[in-house]
Protein backbone atom coordinates (compact mmCIF):
# COMPACT_ATOMS: atom_id res chain seq x y z
CA UNK A 1 0.00 0.00 0.00
CA UNK A 2 2.55 2.39 0.93
CA UNK A 3 4.71 2.47 -2.32
CA UNK A 4 1.82 4.35 -3.82
CA UNK A 5 1.21 6.98 -1.30
CA UNK A 6 1.57 10.62 -1.25
CA UNK A 7 3.14 10.91 1.97
CA UNK A 8 2.26 14.38 3.47
CA UNK A 9 4.93 16.57 4.68
CA UNK A 10 3.30 17.44 8.38
CA UNK A 11 0.88 15.69 10.08
CA UNK A 12 -0.26 16.14 13.79
CA UNK A 13 -2.45 13.38 15.71
CA UNK A 14 -4.64 13.92 18.80
CA UNK A 15 -3.50 11.04 20.44
CA UNK A 16 -7.36 10.08 22.23
CA UNK A 17 -8.37 7.34 24.18
CA UNK A 18 -5.90 6.17 26.27
CA UNK A 19 -8.46 6.53 29.41
CA UNK A 20 -10.93 4.39 27.31
CA UNK A 21 -8.30 1.52 26.31
CA UNK A 22 -7.59 1.73 30.32
CA UNK A 23 -11.36 1.22 30.88
CA UNK A 24 -12.08 -1.79 29.06
CA UNK A 25 -9.46 -4.08 30.21
CA UNK A 26 -10.68 -2.84 33.89
CA UNK A 27 -7.11 -0.96 34.29
CA UNK A 28 -6.28 2.33 35.72
CA UNK A 29 -6.34 5.28 32.90
CA UNK A 30 -3.13 5.71 34.02
CA UNK A 31 -2.08 2.64 32.42
CA UNK A 32 -3.69 3.86 29.44
CA UNK A 33 -1.35 6.59 29.27
CA UNK A 34 1.77 4.00 29.73
CA UNK A 35 0.47 2.03 26.70
CA UNK A 36 0.03 5.51 24.75
CA UNK A 37 3.54 6.02 25.35
CA UNK A 38 4.52 2.53 24.20
CA UNK A 39 2.15 3.35 21.07
CA UNK A 40 3.97 6.46 19.82
CA UNK A 41 7.58 5.45 20.90
CA UNK A 42 7.11 3.14 17.84
CA UNK A 43 5.47 5.18 15.67
CA UNK A 44 7.94 7.66 15.72
CA UNK A 45 10.53 5.91 13.97
CA UNK A 46 8.33 4.05 11.32
CA UNK A 47 6.51 7.73 10.75
CA UNK A 48 10.08 9.23 10.05
CA UNK A 49 11.27 6.47 7.50
CA UNK A 50 7.96 6.57 5.65
CA UNK A 51 9.06 10.43 5.04
CA UNK A 52 7.03 12.15 7.13
CA UNK A 53 9.17 15.54 7.31
CA UNK A 54 6.92 16.82 10.59
CA UNK A 55 4.83 14.64 13.38
CA UNK A 56 2.83 16.99 15.76
CA UNK A 57 1.49 15.00 19.10
CA UNK A 58 -0.92 16.59 21.56
CA UNK A 59 0.17 14.73 24.72
CA UNK A 60 -1.09 17.41 26.73
CA UNK A 61 -3.31 20.30 26.73
CA UNK A 62 -4.13 23.24 28.99
CA UNK A 63 -7.45 21.71 30.05
CA UNK A 64 -5.75 18.49 30.76
CA UNK A 65 -4.99 19.85 34.22
CA UNK A 66 -8.76 19.90 35.17
CA UNK A 67 -8.04 15.66 35.46
CA UNK A 68 -7.33 14.10 38.86
CA UNK A 69 -4.14 14.91 40.53
CA UNK A 70 -3.38 11.40 40.40
CA UNK A 71 -3.84 11.38 36.51
CA UNK A 72 -2.10 14.42 36.35
CA UNK A 73 1.02 13.34 38.31
CA UNK A 74 0.85 10.15 36.32
CA UNK A 75 1.31 12.03 33.07
CA UNK A 76 4.21 13.82 34.74
CA UNK A 77 5.96 10.66 35.50
CA UNK A 78 5.56 9.23 32.44
CA UNK A 79 7.10 12.20 30.86
CA UNK A 80 9.82 12.28 33.22
CA UNK A 81 10.53 8.42 32.51
CA UNK A 82 10.50 8.93 28.08
CA UNK A 83 12.07 11.98 28.01
CA UNK A 84 15.33 10.18 28.44
CA UNK A 85 14.25 7.40 25.93
CA UNK A 86 13.34 9.89 23.61
CA UNK A 87 16.60 11.99 23.16
CA UNK A 88 18.46 8.40 22.77
CA UNK A 89 15.82 7.50 19.75
CA UNK A 90 16.01 11.04 18.53
CA UNK A 91 19.82 10.44 18.93
CA UNK A 92 19.84 7.06 16.79
CA UNK A 93 17.40 8.08 13.73
CA UNK A 94 18.72 12.01 13.58
CA UNK A 95 15.22 13.87 14.52
CA UNK A 96 15.07 16.86 15.66
CA UNK A 97 12.41 17.94 18.94
CA UNK A 98 10.52 21.00 19.38
CA UNK A 99 7.84 21.62 22.43
CA UNK A 100 4.79 23.68 21.83
CA UNK A 101 3.02 24.99 24.50
CA UNK A 102 3.46 27.05 27.70
CA UNK A 103 6.31 24.93 29.35
CA UNK A 104 6.71 27.72 32.11
CA UNK A 105 3.90 25.64 34.15
CA UNK A 106 5.31 22.17 34.51
CA UNK A 107 8.15 21.60 37.71
CA UNK A 108 11.60 22.79 36.65
CA UNK A 109 13.35 19.40 36.12
CA UNK A 110 10.55 18.88 33.26
CA UNK A 111 11.58 22.21 32.07
CA UNK A 112 15.37 21.41 32.06
CA UNK A 113 14.48 18.02 30.39
CA UNK A 114 12.25 20.16 27.45
CA UNK A 115 15.23 22.41 26.61
CA UNK A 116 17.30 19.60 26.89
CA UNK A 117 15.69 17.75 24.28
CA UNK A 118 15.27 20.62 21.73
CA UNK A 119 19.22 21.70 22.57
CA UNK A 120 20.73 18.03 22.14
CA UNK A 121 18.80 17.61 18.50
CA UNK A 122 18.43 21.06 17.00
CA UNK A 123 21.15 20.33 14.53
CA UNK A 124 19.27 16.97 13.74
CA UNK A 125 18.14 16.95 10.02
CA UNK A 126 15.61 14.24 9.54
CA UNK A 127 11.92 14.37 10.77
CA UNK A 128 10.73 17.19 13.01
CA UNK A 129 8.74 16.19 16.40
CA UNK A 130 6.45 18.48 18.01
CA UNK A 131 5.56 17.34 20.86
CA UNK A 132 2.28 19.95 22.31
CA UNK A 133 2.58 19.87 25.94
CA UNK A 134 0.35 22.44 28.49
CA UNK A 135 -0.74 23.57 25.03
CA UNK A 136 -3.96 24.88 24.25
CA UNK A 137 -4.61 26.77 20.73
CA UNK A 138 -6.38 29.83 22.23
CA UNK A 139 -3.27 30.27 24.39
CA UNK A 140 -1.00 29.71 21.91
CA UNK A 141 -2.33 32.92 20.49
CA UNK A 142 -2.85 35.15 23.55
CA UNK A 143 0.98 34.54 24.47
CA UNK A 144 1.57 35.70 20.66
CA UNK A 145 -0.37 38.16 20.79
CA UNK A 146 1.51 39.30 24.13
CA UNK A 147 5.10 38.88 23.02
CA UNK A 148 3.63 40.90 19.51
CA UNK A 149 2.77 43.86 21.64
CA UNK A 150 5.58 44.01 23.31
CA UNK A 151 7.89 43.49 20.16
CA UNK A 152 6.18 46.67 18.58
CA UNK A 153 6.42 48.86 21.98
CA UNK A 154 10.41 48.20 22.03
CA UNK A 155 10.08 48.52 18.18
CA UNK A 156 12.01 44.88 17.00
CA UNK A 157 8.92 43.89 14.64
CA UNK A 158 10.95 43.69 11.75
CA UNK A 159 9.27 45.53 8.62
CA UNK A 160 8.84 42.19 6.99
CA UNK A 161 5.98 41.49 8.75
CA UNK A 162 3.98 43.88 7.45
CA UNK A 163 2.10 44.82 4.23
CA UNK A 164 4.10 46.09 1.58
CA UNK A 165 1.46 47.95 -1.83
CA UNK A 166 0.99 43.69 -3.09
CA UNK A 167 -0.72 42.19 -0.15
CA UNK A 168 -4.09 41.08 1.03
CA UNK A 169 -4.13 42.96 3.95
CA UNK A 170 -4.09 47.07 3.98
CA UNK A 171 -0.48 48.72 3.79
CA UNK A 172 1.34 48.64 6.83
CA UNK A 173 -0.84 45.60 9.11
CA UNK A 174 0.48 43.10 10.43
CA UNK A 175 0.58 40.43 7.67
CA UNK A 176 -0.75 36.59 8.38
CA UNK A 177 3.07 35.32 7.89
CA UNK A 178 4.18 37.86 10.49
CA UNK A 179 2.13 37.15 12.98
CA UNK A 180 2.27 33.26 12.83
CA UNK A 181 5.84 33.97 13.29
CA UNK A 182 5.37 35.20 17.00
CA UNK A 183 3.10 31.67 17.54
CA UNK A 184 5.28 28.47 18.55
CA UNK A 185 4.71 26.67 15.96
CA UNK A 186 7.09 29.43 13.68
CA UNK A 187 8.81 27.42 11.23
CA UNK A 188 6.85 24.47 11.47
CA UNK A 189 4.58 23.79 8.16
CA UNK A 190 0.95 23.55 9.18
CA UNK A 191 -0.36 20.17 8.95
CA UNK A 192 -1.86 18.38 5.96
CA UNK A 193 -3.26 16.16 8.04
CA UNK A 194 -4.81 16.25 11.22
CA UNK A 195 -5.52 12.45 12.55
CA UNK A 196 -7.95 12.10 15.87
CA UNK A 197 -7.71 8.68 17.63
CA UNK A 198 -11.02 7.50 19.40
CA UNK A 199 -13.49 8.85 17.48
CA UNK A 200 -14.05 12.58 18.83
CA UNK A 201 -15.30 14.56 16.09
CA UNK A 202 -13.50 17.96 17.45
CA UNK A 203 -10.44 19.68 17.36
CA UNK A 204 -10.38 20.17 21.42
CA UNK A 205 -8.20 23.75 21.54
CA UNK A 206 -5.53 21.78 19.25
CA UNK A 207 -3.31 24.05 16.21
CA UNK A 208 -6.41 26.07 15.92
CA UNK A 209 -4.83 28.78 13.94
CA UNK A 210 -2.92 25.86 11.93
CA UNK A 211 -5.37 23.43 10.97
CA UNK A 212 -7.42 26.07 9.14
CA UNK A 213 -6.96 24.16 5.80
CA UNK A 214 -5.77 20.67 7.32
CA UNK A 215 -7.80 17.48 5.98
CA UNK A 216 -9.10 15.70 9.43
CA UNK A 217 -8.95 11.87 9.52
CA UNK A 218 -11.04 10.87 12.71
CA UNK A 219 -10.45 7.43 13.15
CA UNK A 220 -12.74 4.51 16.27
CA UNK A 221 -9.30 3.05 16.86
CA UNK A 222 -7.96 4.06 20.70
CA UNK A 223 -4.75 5.71 20.61
CA UNK A 224 -2.55 2.60 22.28
CA UNK A 225 -3.64 0.50 19.45
CA UNK A 226 -2.76 2.74 16.79
CA UNK A 227 0.00 1.72 14.81
CA UNK A 228 1.87 1.77 11.60
CA UNK A 229 -0.92 0.17 9.52
CA UNK A 230 -3.73 2.68 10.81
CA UNK A 231 -1.30 5.19 10.03
CA UNK A 232 -1.11 4.53 6.72
CA UNK A 233 -4.61 4.17 6.49
CA UNK A 234 -5.13 7.80 8.05
CA UNK A 235 -2.75 8.45 5.07
CA UNK A 236 -4.66 6.63 2.41
CA UNK A 237 -7.78 8.39 3.38
CA UNK A 238 -5.67 11.95 3.08
CA UNK A 239 -4.94 10.65 -0.05
CA UNK A 240 -8.34 10.69 -1.60
CA UNK A 241 -9.22 14.15 -0.49
CA UNK A 242 -9.18 16.97 -2.30
CA UNK A 243 -7.65 20.19 -1.20
CA UNK A 244 -9.06 23.38 -2.81
CA UNK A 245 -8.01 26.00 -0.32
CA UNK A 246 -11.12 28.05 -0.88
CA UNK A 247 -10.10 27.72 -4.75
CA UNK A 248 -12.13 25.60 -7.33
C1 LIG B 1 -5.63 11.11 25.66
O1 LIG B 1 -6.38 10.10 26.21
C2 LIG B 1 -4.41 11.44 26.51
C3 LIG B 1 -4.49 12.73 27.20
C4 LIG B 1 -5.45 13.61 27.06
C5 LIG B 1 -3.40 13.05 28.11
P1 LIG B 1 -7.53 10.39 27.26
O2 LIG B 1 -6.97 10.32 28.63
O3 LIG B 1 -8.25 11.65 26.94
O4 LIG B 1 -8.48 9.15 27.00
P2 LIG B 1 -10.05 9.13 27.03
O5 LIG B 1 -10.54 10.17 26.09
O6 LIG B 1 -10.47 9.40 28.45
O7 LIG B 1 -10.41 7.75 26.59
C1 LIG C 1 -7.34 16.17 23.68
O1 LIG C 1 -8.00 15.12 24.27
C2 LIG C 1 -6.02 16.40 24.38
C3 LIG C 1 -5.00 15.41 24.11
C4 LIG C 1 -5.12 14.36 23.34
C5 LIG C 1 -3.75 15.65 24.81
P1 LIG C 1 -9.04 15.32 25.45
O2 LIG C 1 -9.48 13.97 25.85
O3 LIG C 1 -8.47 16.18 26.52
O4 LIG C 1 -10.20 16.12 24.73
P2 LIG C 1 -11.75 16.21 25.06
O5 LIG C 1 -11.87 16.53 26.52
O6 LIG C 1 -12.36 14.89 24.73
O7 LIG C 1 -12.27 17.28 24.17
MG1 LIG D 1 -9.87 12.05 25.77
Redesign the pocket.
Known amino acids: MESNLHIPESVAI ?6 RWAKKRGLPRTMGHKQGCTAIEKLLPEASDLGIRYLT ?5 T ?2 WK ?1 SKDEVDGLMQLFRFYAGRLLKAATEKNVRIRMIGDRRRFQPDIIESINRLEEETKNNTGLTFVV ?1 AN ?1 GGRDEIRRAVMRYAEDYKAGRVSADAFAGPDAKVPEGELTEEGFAAYLDTAEIPDPDLVI ?1 T ?1 G ?1 L ?1 L ?3 LIWEAAYSEIVVTDVL ?1 PDFDKDELLACIAEFNKRSRRFGGV
Not at 14 to 19: E, K, V, Y
Not at 57 to 61: E, I, M
Open positions: IMDGNGVYAFSENRAYRSERSNFW
